[in-house]
């Protein structure tokens, strides 16, 4: 095979046929967002939300816009706009209603049949100060279609259930151009297809980018190194092309871009880059011991080759282990991470040994410049280790207890809002929401009449008003809908709509008056036909998991205690409600994955070394740096979540790469008849630079995603760098230490 590839020019044509292809296929990646993607799958809450949907609507189908007018919302010029946009955006494709305080009616049942009246007259100014009492007064429209301060008037469109990305920017297109048309631009807007368009245009530029400031970074680091021109080219186009390879065949397997697609970019080239270093520089030192060029290579690729081939697995392992997540978002970046490490590993080895060998040693790199500097270096660590062993432990025993209790710190509570791009007017939208209106986390909760009793049954309506009454007086919902407010809405109606009558019926008879009211399709969005099923639904402020858990188990709790089970039973629901325990089954299942990706590296490494000491000493140094990235999360507050739980299995995958290159060095020198001193110093002298190089590259490369307006990309970029360094410092001054006290001579 190596002599096929370094000396058959096919093997350059096909490599260039297949970057082609791989340049083709880069052209026809898509992206999308789908908070589904993040629900756990599989799982009987998400199960018993997708039946309730299906009885009734989306809880996340709608597009809020705030319109925001000083000191009033009550000004004619003002209202005149808001009714006029109203209407236009009904006929916005794909929006099926719009509605806003301005086209809103109350219905009175007169001897001659239902009538409908404005709630606000917006064309009459004369009627502003009575109509603003009424609506002030009304509990259902108050931070629903305007703020308490009756400054911001909210326009509330549904669209239908399943929106495409063409759809959704479609609409959002659409009510820009209606905005800057009514004036209204700039104005907050939120909802499912104004997040998912503009996650998926910073989607887009974030993967441009960072596949630009990787090229750039790996492009810089590699003319530092080797300050020769073929030696930078090769080495780039390996990694370079690795990358195309991949993220073509992404496109040609038409798999679509997610929120975690970000990383691909920086993680193919820093991979790529890692395993070209330690080829390159195991090339260039054989060449130096006086080998032929094909000799030299053939020595590199076989121990440098293997043991690079075993990185790449382990990496990979770490990303696989992803795939024991229940979140479907997390399973398939687990897979194309863990391909992407192949690839980008094939990419370097066919480069390396296609191209490499016709080039002279002076032409690749000036190995002069550095040699002498790495050299002093490694030869200093390995007498500061093998001099003050003790003392190693010592320091690594401190650092790993005050990491311990770090971990104890780690904080769980999380935010919707937690992964939306930070200083984006989108988060600017969200949180604006929160503190004008009731915010735009949904509230769902189902009803579930018990056989053989009905939602329209007196009994169960009150029932359902007294839990309605003491989640609302809790103070985080408000405006909660539900059927006991279409039945005491109809009976006000049936009372000249005075206030005081705004209450469920008083006899069965009544009610069945009133339910003959209650057939049209809106009615169908809160109870269905048969009466079996009934939703409480509303918005409420984004608290955080941790308080709106506790908010959860205590309205459980009272409901359990305060209500009548054979008549009626409610159940928490929602997508607000997935999203929570994705975060809780990600914490639950962080350490399944970890411990998945350490039992299948030890069996690699019993199989490796086929000794259990040695299987002992390269778990035990990257442990180490798990638990002090977790201690840096807890001491600075960073919330295990979706997104950084993931930094744990990602970083044990690369980390664990510096070991495998240490360990494997330190037993070719065992096999060569060196003792151990022996044999950790001249892997210190031989393989010690290369993890350093390598470490450093990933470090900064890994550090780039800091500058991602995605909190997830950015604690992903921070912690896998600080994870990285803290591997690196394990591997080189705790790791010779266990090996000196578990290994013997013979």
């Given amino acids: 095979m190596i002599n096929f590839l370094s000396k058959n020019p096919l093997a350059l044509i096909l490599l260039l046929l297949l970057t082609l292809g791989g340049m083709y296929g880069c052209t026809q990646l898509e992206f999308y967002h789908d908070l589904k993607d993040f629900f756990p799958d599989k799982d009987v809450d998400l199960d018993f939300y997708e039946e309730h949907r299906s009885r009734f609507e989306s809880d996340d189908n709608f597009i809020y816009i705030a319109l925001e007018n000083e000191p009033s919302v009550f000004d004619s010029v003002f209202l005149s706009k808001v009714a006029a946009f109203t209407d236009s955006c009904k006929q916005v494709p794909h929006i099926e209603s719009a509605s806003a305080l301005t086209d809103a009616k109350d219905v009175v049942f007169t001897p001659l049949g239902p009538m409908a009246f404005p709630i606000l007259h917006y064309d009459d100014p004369l009627s502003y100060q009575q109509d603003s009492i009424k609506i002030m007064l009304n509990e259902n429209l108050i931070n629903r279609y305007i703020s308490e301060d009756g400054t911001v008037m909210a326009v509330l469109l549904k669209h239908k259930e399943e929106t495409s990305e063409s759809e959704n920017f479609m609409i959002s297109d659409h009510l820009e151009s209606l905005q800057k048309k009514f004036g209204f631009e700039g104005a907050p807007i939120a909802g499912r297809v104004k997040s998912t368009t503009e996650i998926i245009r910073q989607l887009e530029y974030e993967v441009q980018t960072y596949a630009l400031l990787s090229g750039l970074f790996v492009l810089v680091v590699l003319i530092i190194l080797l300050q020769r021109f073929w030696g930078v080219t090769i080495a780039f186009l390996s990694v370079v092309n690795g990358l195309i390879l991949f993220m073509g065949l992404i496109g040609i397997m038409g798999v679509k871009l997610n929120l975690m697609s970000t990383l691909f970019p920086i993680l193919m080239l820093v991979v790529g ?190 029932e359902i008003d007294k839990v309605a009454n003491y989640i609302t007086s809790k103070g985080e919902v408000k405006n909660l809908m539900g059927p006991h407010v279409l039945y005491k809405s109809v009976r006000k109606a049936y009372h000249a709509n005075k206030l005081e009558e705004y209450r469920l019926p008083e006899n069965e008879k009544e009610l069945k008056k009133y339910d003959q009211q209650l057939q049209d399709k809106r009615v169908n969005m809160v109870m269905t036909s048969d009466r079996k099923y009934a939703r409480l639904n509303s918005n409420i402020r984004d608290l955080g998991s941790d308080v709106i858990r506790v908010f959860n188990t205590d309205v459980n709790q009272w409901i359990a205690e305060n209500t009548n089970p054979d008549l009626v039973q409610f159940r928490m629901t929602g997508s607000g409600l997935l999203v929570d325990k994705n975060h809780e089954f990600l914490r639950r299942n962080l350490f399944t994955g970890l411990g998945m990706a350490f039992l299948v590296v030890s069996l690699l490494m019993a199989l490796l070394f086929r000794n259990w000491k040695m299987v002992l000493i390269s778990l035990i140094p990257n442990v180490f740096p798990l638990i002090v990235t977790g201690a840096v999360m807890g ?26 290159h240490f360990l494997s060095k330190f037993k070719l020198q065992l096999d060569k008849g060196k003792t151990i001193d022996e044999a950790i110093k001249n892997t210190f002298l031989e393989t010690g630079k290369a993890l350093c190089i390598t470490t450093l590259i990933l470090f900064f490369g890994f550090l780039i995603l800091t500058l991602s307006s995605f909190q997830m990309t950015f604690y992903v970029g921070l912690l896998v760098s600080i994870t990285l360094l803290t591997a690196l410092i394990a591997d080189l001054f705790l790791m010779p230490v266990f090996i000196y006290w578990f290994m013997k001579d013979e």
């Fill in 273 to 462: 880059m890692s395993d070209v270093i330690h080829i390159l520089t195991k090339y260039i030192d054989e060449l130096r011991r006086g080998l032929s060029r094909d000799a030299a290579m053939k020595v590199a690729v076989k121990e440098i080759g293997l043991a690079t081939l075993l990185t790449s697995i382990t990496t990979a392992i770490g990303f696989v282990a992803l795939y024991t997540s229940n979140i479907k978002a997390i399973k398939s970046f687990g897979l194309l991470a863990a391909l992407g490490v192949f690839i980008a590993y094939i990419s370097v080895i066919i480069v390396a040994i296609s191209v490499l060998s016709r080039f002279k040693q002076d032409q690749l790199a000036n190995i002069k410049s550095q040699g002498q500097f790495w050299d002093r270096l490694m030869l200093a660590s390995y007498r500061l280790v093998k001099n003050n062993k003790a003392l190693m432990a010592s320091i690594g025993l401190v650092v790993m207890i005050v990491s311990l209790i770090g971990l104890t710190k780690i904080s769980t509570n999380s935010y919707i809002l937690g992964d939306l791009p930070v200083d984006s007017q989108l988060r600017k939208d969200f949180i604006y929401f929160e503190d004008k209106l009731s915010g735009i986390r949904p509230f769902e909760m189902a009803i579930i009449a018990q056989d053989p009793h009905r939602i329209n049954e007196i009994a169960v309506l009150e």
């Fill in 635 to 660: 001491y600075t507050g960073v919330t295990l979540m979706a997104s950084s739980s993931i930094i744990f299995t990602i970083a044990f995958g690369i980390a664990v790469d510096d070991t495998i």
